[in-house]
């Protein structure tokens, strides 16, 4: 247990479904990231938010769409996704030398 | 841009030491890490170091930097089945945004 919590654990949709992925961490960290991890493909980071504020988006396609409310919550908006896009989507808070991941939540895109 | 390589896979036997290596580009980094990924889990902090230290230990886990040739490694002790996970080097400096990089991860598979 390291005190960031995701929702849901698994998630099966549709390509033409809305969801959601929620992020929570108690922590008091200051900045949250989310990973996607593929199969045999290294980890890769989506998103950063520190304080609230994004300040990195690798690149990521527009039918990811993150927000980060406060400081300790974190969510990414699915829409249109593609089959290609089933992975676990990692969320991970941190402080400085530190960083601690959720379990993941397991997305399969039909 | 930084690059953090590990070997793919390593098999050991029970009670055998493990040793997984990674290699970095960076010498600029700060901390270096080791994380644990177990089946359907997220990552977990198994151990980390400075960028002045050359050794941790911590039980049966043991850290070596290597700065000079950017080689970082972590020795199991008396590996045991419930080790079989996947293993990510990572690294980050202070000032890049609390910005993480990760290697590949290494298979770790133990055999009874």
């Known amino acids: 247990e390291t005190g960031v919590t995701q929702t849901p654990r698994h998630l099966v949709m549709g390509m033409t479904n809305k969801k959601s992925l929620k992020c929570e961490q108690h922590?008091?960290?200051?900045?949250m990231y989310w990973y996607k991890q593929s199969a045999k493909k290294p980890l890769e980071l989506m998103f950063v938010?520190?304080?609230?504020?994004?300040?990195e988006n690798n690149s990521v396609p527009s039918r990811f769409s993150p927000e980060c409310p406060n400081s300790s919550h974190l969510f990414l908006h699915l829409h249109t996704l593609q089959p290609e896009d089933s992975a676990l989507y990692l969320c991970?808070?941190?402080?400085?030398?530190?960083?601690?991941f959720g379990p993941g939540t397991r997305l399969t895109v039909l | 841009g930084e690059d953090v390589e590990q070997s793919l896979f390593l098999s050991v036997r029970e009670g055998d030491s493990s040793v997984i290596n990674c290699t970095y580009t960076?010498?600029?980094?700060?901390?270096l890490y080791w994380y644990k990924q177990e089946p359907g889990a997220g990552l977990q902090l198994l151990t980390y170091?400075?960028?002045?230290?050359d050794m941790k230990q911590d039980q049966r886990l043991t850290v070596l930097l290597n700065k000079k040739d950017k080689h970082l490694s972590l020795r199991i002790a008396d590996t045991q089945t419930g080790d079989s996970a996947i293993y990510f080097c990572?690294?980050?400096?202070?000032?890049?945004?609390?910005?993480?990089?990760f290697g590949t991860g290494t298979s770790l598979t133990v055999i009874p």
């Open positions: 991970a808070s941190s402080r400085t030398g530190q960083q601690f």
């Open positions: 922590l008091g960290h200051n900045a």
């Open positions: 938010y520190n304080f609230k504020e994004q300040t």
């Open positions: 960076d010498s600029s980094s700060t901390y």
């Open positions: 170091i400075f960028s002045n230290m």
């Open positions: 990572a690294e980050s400096k202070r000032n890049t945004g609390n910005q993480f990089y």
